[in-house]
């Protein structure tokens, strides 16, 4: 394991603050965010979104995988984070957020989704793989 690695995993914000320009990997492929927000630190992961790169949450989008919590969804918002990408089972943020019953989320990112253009906005009726849309959740 790397410091950026240990700082992940035990919170250790000073650390993770001077290494986090590294994008280092774990033994198992797993980046420092991606261990962060495993080991529910939050705060680490907010400090990911303000001083990494936006390419780092496409894909299998990691803010559907942790309460996207206001202050997380505000710092995405300025690094151009697009709320609108899916895992690969289908879900976005959106979902993540209705799931762990984030109300202020779920508020923020319907708010988000009014401001889009109408060929970018999210389908709110749109199904994952499972076959669930948000209002099913």
């Given at each position: 394991n790397?410091?950026?690695?240990a700082?992940?995993?035990?919170g250790?914000?000073?650390?993770?603050?001077?290494?986090?320009?590294?994008?280092?990997?774990?033994?198992?492929?797993?980046?420092?965010?991606?261990?962060?927000?495993?080991?529910?630190?939050?705060?680490?992961?907010?400090?990911?979104?303000?001083?990494?790169?936006?390419?780092?949450?496409?894909?299998?989008?990691?803010?559907?995988?942790?309460?996207?919590?206001?202050?997380?969804?505000?710092?995405?918002?300025?690094?151009?984070?697009?709320?609108?990408?899916?895992?690969?089972?289908?879900e976005?943020?959106?979902?993540?957020?209705?799931?762990?019953?984030?109300?202020?989320?779920?508020?923020?990112?319907?708010?988000?989704?009014?401001?889009?253009?109408?060929?970018?906005?999210?389908?709110?009726?749109?199904?994952?793989?499972?076959?669930?849309?948000?209002?099913?959740?």
């Open positions: 790397t410091a950026l690695i700082g992940a995993r035990n250790s914000k000073e650390v993770v603050e001077l290494l986090l320009k590294a994008n280092v990997n774990d033994k198992d492929g797993k980046t420092a965010l991606q261990i962060a927000v495993d080991n529910n630190n939050l705060e680490i992961a907010e400090l990911f979104i303000l001083y990494c790169e936006a390419s780092l949450f496409t894909g299998n989008n990691l803010l559907i995988y942790i309460i996207p919590t206001l202050q997380v969804l505000k710092g995405c918002l300025k690094r151009n984070v697009d709320f609108s990408l899916k895992n690969d089972a289908g976005t943020a959106l979902h993540s957020a209705v799931v762990r019953g984030s109300a202020e989320s779920v508020r923020f990112l319907l708010d988000w989704n009014r401001k889009q253009p109408k060929d970018k906005r999210l389908d709110l009726e749109d199904v994952d793989k499972n076959g669930n849309s948000i209002f099913h959740l």
